[in-house]
């Protein structure tokens, strides 16, 4: 360190401006001379640190931030009369599964429940029209204004009618809503509610609850019919999801990714935690995994992986079990937060600054059911009664690697920043290259060894003119694939996704682009100066969605990071190779049969950006380095 | 010695009925939903009596204040600041006029509420003396009544019709009206309520003022009423709402009530000084129950039991004989000429929409008058007022508007509109707004939950004729206030969890924004040269 200090030091004497400008060109120099171990080091530091994410020591999720909620400091007075009249409910919505009734008879049915039990009750009927096709359905849902209260605030109690199991494939979550039903029955006997208590029965998987909440917050959606609601609208701050697919449970699993990657205040789920397992008896674990470090034939999807021979020495390891654990707990949020369609019907609220979360009840043969689902849903419910203002401490931005640990947002943030990083110096290193050339040394009085160099001039504006006619490219794809022949047929996608992987043939085959390639002494070539903008673009990209939506960012570094960034290689052959790996990497998503379906779905139906992010800035960026692929 | 406090009493009564009187009274109904409505009234009159004159007020000698009914401490309130007409109510609760129906009293706003006729013309300006009321309220009925400043008063003069009659003195009366509708009633408002009867809680009817029960009630509500009639003199009103939900406790299937489940008590004794003390209950008009004991004498569908006579230690109970079942559908006829629901939409913190849907449960049109007194912080985009009869936009059903703009910071904004609702209409009528920045030393040091607005009043206007054929409409109480439940507004606010972050954070980003342009402003530019290189290329 001295040494490294004597060297800047300034000298004694002489003018301390002009040493300081000394100083100042010294390290720059220093800096540019080792621009490529320095881009190379962030690299594998943001690459590195993704990866040792599930080991990093964290912090515990026992402390509860917002004093007000006084988490499972109650006692409950669920019971097993609510048992069995949950029971009962539950054999009516068994009978109305059996005997096929459509969604308005079965609305019908919740409301009347709802009506006998004294609560104000309507319906909802709604119709979705995307172009990957249609979903009505018929909502029900009830209020039980607070006593003593202007009703001016509100809790929502909600459970769709399709389980999250298989994303709504049809499993039925009827002891969910047998147990909003219970739930209802039992908390009008008390008086110390001091909000409103909104339940809601949605219909379908997300339609049904999409479109309550549009209703609810008069919020209009061009494709979508719903009827108005019949109550008064109040303020919402907290939301439980209840999804209960099983027969019994073993553990309650959290999932509380929203749209968009939003997350709900972190204090609510420590509360559910705190709750579920001092009153409730039951574990909690996140998602649907359980932690099963002490088995290690079910490590999941991580643990199988590995070859069969390895599996017993590695998985020996606890660590490697801890790992392996964490890892996977990471991998599903990222996949939730990145495709950005949530997990659950929770997922909808976010965007209403709701706090919310689905309380998944694992399916199991046991040992829990009604009894302490009931319980914690109580207990949940008394402590976001006992809340006197929003959750608002800063506890959005976590990543959750189990249910008892969680990251705080400067544990995993520097990761994709570190790599963002690495590519606008590599992007800018290009940029300043570019800007110089070395010219032969003519003159005979220098040195022969001195290399002379000159400014010369980058073409930014053509460069500039291709990068928006490939944003153009992506809007063009954006709005086809918002169309229905070409959503619904997978054909017809691969076909789109074959004729823009022409494009920049076409391009480079443009003589004005051809032309643009000027002697190399005056102007930098269209590729050098296409790839330094290139980089430098997808690095902001990924540096501004990193705060907005972490994992989305985190996929992006690793699937832009390295590939932009590896020079084009010069063999022709070689270079066609670079040509298809990078148009099947940018426009290969079109070829996975379903996922167009799927974005576009979430896009027209929920308003989740990932269908126009990846359209409109992922394609278009991989397009730009295929397009310097082609003219290098 | 036993003689003594009776002759005390019997001389007390003498004298109440010199020019004094006070009568108590209690009505209870079983409501359509199995709760219980319950109105205690306690009337105090000061018979030959007028208001004061504020022109009077600095004159040195104001007539004696011997009162032995009439509450003393809110006599000199009222005779300190001239007030002619005054109505302060503490409500706790939303009253479901689908359900309920009408409120015996018709001011059920939630929050409290204060609105005051007072003459004009005095020595110092009504504001002052209306500030000075609203402390003296506050003081005597431990109300934070003083937090309703200018920036929540208001005037709205149609509405809030004197109830008695204003003495022509020459000078005009004024109106001044505000709400709270945040403020709590709890049993610190009920003590001194009961100061003020001549019994206090002790005997009568108000010994079944139990705080305990009465702050469990599903809505619970208090009432002073001052107001001066000719014929009479100056009457205070005292009443007390409640509406309880016997179905609430337990497994209990019927809506079975009894003095001791409602208030834990029953009448032990009656207050000697009343003139007339009463209990009433309205018979219901379904099922069969069993109402204990006989009423004294029965009208209209009430029962009567008259306290004053033949006095024993009573407990009024009804009992019915099948279980209760709520009403699966709206009740027939609708008991409001209207409904209404009140709602702001949209989530973002600076804009929002205040929507208000108004269904006509009449078969002939009827005209309603609809006022916001809406603090500053909301304020309307009145160009984008549009109302939706049954689907289509039509502007026409909307007239006599009349609009006090907001002064931001300072003073609510009164917004009164006639709307006419067609007959059997569904009217949406919708209002874009924005939401004020607030000034950081405008939020209150509390936990930061959202503004409360104070309640919408609609009321429907006599103008259109009853259907003569149809007695149930007959029955609609004409031209009463219905209040909205207040709402609440999230205005956008910074974080003050954590001040001093945000502090640091933006003071570190102006210092170094600044800086930098002052370094670059201040510095001499020189040119330097770098020896070394550069000198070896010259």
């Given at each position: 360190m ?6 800047f ?11 300081r ?14 621009l ?5 080091l ?47 409910y ?10 096929n ?19 104000d ?27 003593r ?16 199991t298989?994303?709504?494939?049809g ?12 739930m ?5 006997r ?8 909104v339940f ?13 909440l ?15 609601l ?14 209960y697919?099983?027969h ?8 509380h ?19 579920s ?37 590695i998985?020996?390891?606890p660590q ?18 990145a495709?950005?369609?949530?997990s659950?019907?929770?997922?909808l ?8 979360f689905t309380m ?19 207990s949940?419910?008394?402590t976001?009664?006992?809340m006197l ?10 990543m ?18 570190c ?17 110089w ?11 022969k ?6 400014r ?10 291709i ?11 954006f709005?086809?694939?918002?169309t ?19 494009l ?7 003589p004005k ?22 980089i ?5 990209v ?13 996929s ?6 390295v ?18 790996a990078y ?12 996922e ?7 896009w ?27 003219l290098? | 010695?036993?003689l003594?406090?009776t ?32 109105t ?5 009159i000061l ?34 600041y ?6 302060l109510?503490?409500?706790?609760g ?6 309920w ?18 003459a004009?013309?005095?020595?110092n ?6 500030s ?15 937090t309703?400043d ?5 005037s ?10 204003l ?9 001044r ?30 010994s ?13 509500g ?11 003199g100056?009457?205070v ?9 016997p ?15 409602l208030f ?20 219901p ?14 009208t209209?569908?009430m ?20 279980a ?5 559908e ?9 409904s ?13 929409q205040?929507?208000?849907?108004l269904?006509?449960h ?23 007022m549009?109302?939706?009869h ?7 059903l ?19 509109v ?22 950081y ?13 104070p ?14 054929k149809?007695?149930?409409?007959t ?9 909205s ?12 969890s954590?001040?001093y972050?945000v ?19 201040t ?16």
């Amino acid at each position: 360190m001295d040494r490294l200090l004597a060297k800047f030091r300034a000298p004694k004497t002489g003018n301390p401006h002009l040493v300081r400008i000394q100083r100042r060109d010294k390290i720059i120099a220093l800096v540019t001379a080792r621009l490529r171990l320095i881009v190379a080091l962030l690299f594998i530091a943001g690459y590195a640190w993704m990866l040792i994410l599930p080991t990093i020591p964290t912090e515990t999720t026992d402390k509860i931030d917002e004093n007000a909620l006084l988490p499972a400091q109650i006692n409950t007075q669920w019971n097993w009369d609510e048992v069995h009249a949950a029971d009962r409910y539950l054999d009516q919505l068994e009978h109305l599964r059996d005997t096929n009734a459509s969604s308005a008879e079965r609305a019908l049915y919740l409301q009347t429940e709802f009506l006998k039990l004294g609560l104000d009750a309507s319906t909802q009927s709604y119709t979705f029209s995307t172009v990957v096709g249609d979903s009505t359905g018929v909502n029900a849902y009830a209020l039980l204004a607070a006593p003593r209260t202007p009703g001016a605030e509100a809790i929502i109690i909600s459970a769709s009618w399709q389980s999250r199991t298989g994303e709504g494939d049809g499993t039925l979550n009827l002891r969910g809503v047998a147990t909003v039903l219970s739930m209802a029955s039992f908390v009008r006997r008390y008086s110390h509610w001091a909000k409103d208590l909104v339940f809601v029965v949605s219909d379908g998987y997300l339609d049904g609850m999409q479109a309550w909440l549009s209703a609810y917050h008069g919020v209009s959606q061009p494709n979508l019919l719903a009827d108005n609601l019949d109550i008064a609208t109040s303020v919402v701050w907290v939301a439980l999801n209840v999804d209960y697919p099983g027969h019994s449970f073993s553990h309650l699993g959290i999932f509380h990714e929203g749209l968009n990657g939003r997350l709900p205040n972190q204090d609510l789920l420590r509360s559910f935690r705190r709750i579920s397992r001092q009153t409730g008896g039951s574990p909690v674990i996140l998602y649907d995994h359980i932690d099963n470090r002490d088995n290690h034939k079910s490590l999941g999807m991580l643990g199988s992986m590995l070859p069969s021979w390895l599996q017993t020495p590695i998985l020996s390891i606890p660590q490697v079990r801890k790992y392996i654990y964490h890892a996977s707990n990471v991998l599903q949020h990222a996949n939730y937060q990145a495709r950005g369609i949530g997990s659950g019907t929770h997922a909808l609220f976010h965007k209403y600054r709701i706090d919310a979360f689905t309380m998944y009840a694992l399916p199991a043969t046991g040992p829990h059911g009604f009894h302490t689902l009931g319980k914690v849903l109580e207990s949940t419910l008394r402590t976001a009664n006992n809340m006197l203002e929003r959750l608002h401490a800063s506890l959005f931005f976590y990543m959750l690697t189990s249910s008892d640990f969680s990251l705080k947002i400067g544990m995993f943030l520097p990761s994709v920043i570190c790599v963002s990083v690495a590519m606008m110096f590599h992007g800018l290193g290009i940029w300043t290259s570019a800007g110089w050339t070395q010219i032969a040394a003519t003159a005979t009085e220098l040195e022969k060894s001195k290399i002379v160099v000159a400014r010369r001039i980058r073409p930014t504006l053509p460069v500039l003119a291709i990068m928006a006619m490939t944003h153009a490219v992506g809007a063009v794809l954006f709005y086809l694939v918002n169309t229905s022949a070409i959503a619904t047929s997978s054909f017809r996608q691969v076909l789109v996704g074959l004729v823009i992987a022409t494009l920049p043939m076409v391009l480079s085959a443009n003589p004005k682009v051809a032309s643009a390639q000027q002697d190399e002494d005056t102007q930098a070539t269209v590729a050098v100066t296409l790839k330094a903008l290139n980089i430098c673009l997808a690095s902001t990209v990924i540096s501004i969605l990193s705060v907005l939506n972490f994992s989305l960012a985190a996929s992006l570094a690793v699937l832009l990071g390295v590939t932009l960034c590896i020079p084009i290689p010069s063999g022709s052959s070689a270079k066609w190779v670079a040509y298809v790996a990078y148009s099947a990497l940018g426009l290969g998503w079109l070829a996975i049969p379903g996922e167009v379906e799927r974005m576009v779905w979430g896009w027209q139906m929920l308003g989740v950006w990932t269908c126009p992010i990846v359209c409109m800035i992922y394609t278009p960026l991989v397009l730009q380095a295929v397009i310097v692929c082609k003219l290098t | 010695m036993i003689l003594l406090p009776t002759l005390c009493l019997l001389f007390l009564t003498v004298a109440a009925v010199e020019n004094e009187s006070f009568s108590e009274d209690v009505a209870l109904r079983t409501l359509p939903d199995g709760r219980v409505a319950t109105t205690f009234t306690f009337n105090t009159i000061l018979e030959k009596e007028a208001p004061r004159d504020p022109r009077t007020l600095f004159d040195d000698q104001d007539e004696s204040q011997h009162y032995t009914l009439f509450p003393l401490s809110l006599g000199q309130v009222l005779r300190e600041y001239a007030v002619t007409e005054l109505h302060l109510t503490l409500n706790a609760g939303k009253w479901d006029y689908d359900k309920w129906g009408y409120p015996s009293e018709p001011d059920v706003g939630s929050g409290a509420s204060l609105w005051t006729w007072m003459a004009d013309g005095a020595p110092n300006s009504i504001d002052a003396r209306w500030s000075g009321l609203r402390n003296a309220l506050a003081g005597l009925f431990c109300a934070s009544l003083g937090t309703l400043d200018e920036q929540r008063t208001t005037s709205p003069v149609i509405p809030f019709a004197p109830e008695g009659s204003l003495p022509d003195w020459g000078i005009p009366h004024r109106l001044r009206h505000a709400s709270l509708a945040s403020e709590h009633v709890c049993t610190e408002n009920l003590t001194p309520f009961l100061k003020l009867l001549p019994c206090k809680g002790l005997s009568g009817i108000a010994s079944l003022l139990n705080p305990h029960r009465l702050f469990d009630a599903d809505w619970h509500g208090m009432g002073i009423h001052v107001l001066w009639d000719p014929a009479v003199g100056v009457q205070v009103r005292m009443t007390f709402q409640t509406v309880t939900n016997p179905l609430r406790a337990g497994n209990i299937r019927k809506e079975d009530w009894s003095f001791r489940s409602l208030f834990d008590r029953r009448i032990e004794r009656v207050c000697p000084v009343a003139s007339s003390s009463q209990v009433s209950v309205g018979l219901p008009s379904r099922g069969m129950y069993n109402l204990k004991p006989e009423p004294h004498h029965i009208t209209d569908n009430m029962g009567h039991y008259d306290l004053t006579k033949d006095f024993e230690p009573m407990d009024v109970s009804i009992k019915w004989k099948n279980a209760f079942e709520y009403l699966l559908e709206p009740i027939t006829p609708h008991p409001m000429p209207i409904s209404f629901r009140r709602m702001l939409h949209g989530n973002s913190q600076d804009r929002g929409q205040l929507v208000v849907t108004l269904d006509n449960h009449l078969d002939n049109a009827i005209d309603i008058l609809y006022l916001e007194t809406m603090p500053w912080m909301v304020q309307f985009y009145l160009h984008t007022m549009t109302v939706e009869h049954n689907g289509s936009v039509d502007n026409t059903l909307l007239s006599n508007l009349s609009y006090i703009p907001p002064v931001p910071h300072a003073q609510p904004a009164t917004f009164q509109v006639i709307v006419t609702l067609p007959a059997q209409a569904h009217i949406k009528l919708s209002i874009d707004v924005t939401k004020a920045f607030l000034r950081y030393t405008e939020h209150p040091p509390d936990a930061q939950r959202g503004w409360d607005l104070p309640p919408a009043v609609f009321m429907p206007l006599d103008a259109s004729p009853l259907d003569a054929k149809n007695e149930t409409l007959t029955t609609y109480p004409r031209g009463k206030r219905i209040y909205s439940s207040p709402m609440l507004v999230d205005l956008a606010t910074p974080d003050f969890s954590m001040p001093y972050n945000v502090i640091i954070f933006s003071c570190s980003l102006v210092a170094f924004l600044f800086g930098t342009i002052f370094n670059l402003l201040t510095r001499k530019w020189v040119v330097l040269k770098l020896d070394g290189e550069k000198e070896k290329e010259e």
